[in-house]
């Protein structure tokens, strides 16, 4: 009886991490858009008041995969990204998270037209120079928080845009 309630409150602790981080990705997507809660609810195809948008990004409230979807196409992101995003964001607030290894293939961050990236492709490419053989390194947590010092970024944008090129599996 007391290990299926312990079960139980880890699996809804874990629930409510996944809907948090969910939350908070969510809120820099729309951020990165541009828009307010407002203005992104305005732009769905049915109601949605500010203040439930509000406690979507602020993880009070869960979001369907449907609605979640509709929200996604707004903001203009992919929503297998917003919950790699998320997923990653819950495994390093795990017990043990901070020893996660983030794959990242050198060879398309080089490929990455993002101008705010080049500070990163410089570094992959110096790192591709170091060893020619390596085209996917394995960067535990401690490591980006590490690199994103050195590259003058914050450690969670730096993990966000390094999650982006994870190898094809």
Not at 121 to 131: N, P, Y
């Amino acid at each position: 009886m007391v290990a299926a309630t312990l079960r139980r409150m880890a699996e809804h602790l874990s629930n409510r991490q996944f809907t948090r981080a969910l939350g908070h990705e969510f809120k820099e997507a729309r951020k990165r858009a541009g828009l307010s809660r407002v203005a992104a609810a305005a732009l769905l195809p049915y109601d949605l008041h500010a203040r439930t948008w509000a406690a979507y990004e602020q993880g009070e409230r869960q979001v369907s995969v449907a609605r979640l979807l509709d929200m996604c196409q707004v903001l203009n992101v992919y929503l297998p990204d917003l919950m790699a995003w998320a997923l990653q964001r819950t495994q390093l607030a795990q017990p043990g998270g901070a020893s996660q290894v983030l794959q990242v293939d050198l060879r398309a961050v080089e490929r990455a037209a993002d101008a705010d990236l080049d500070s990163v492709r410089a570094w992959a490419r110096r790192r591709r120079a170091a060893d020619p053989s390596t085209d996917v390194v394995g960067l535990p947590f401690a490591a980006v928080q590490e690199l994103a010092i050195m590259l003058g970024f914050p450690s969670a944008e730096l993990m966000r845009q390094l999650a982006r090129f994870a190898p094809a599996a």
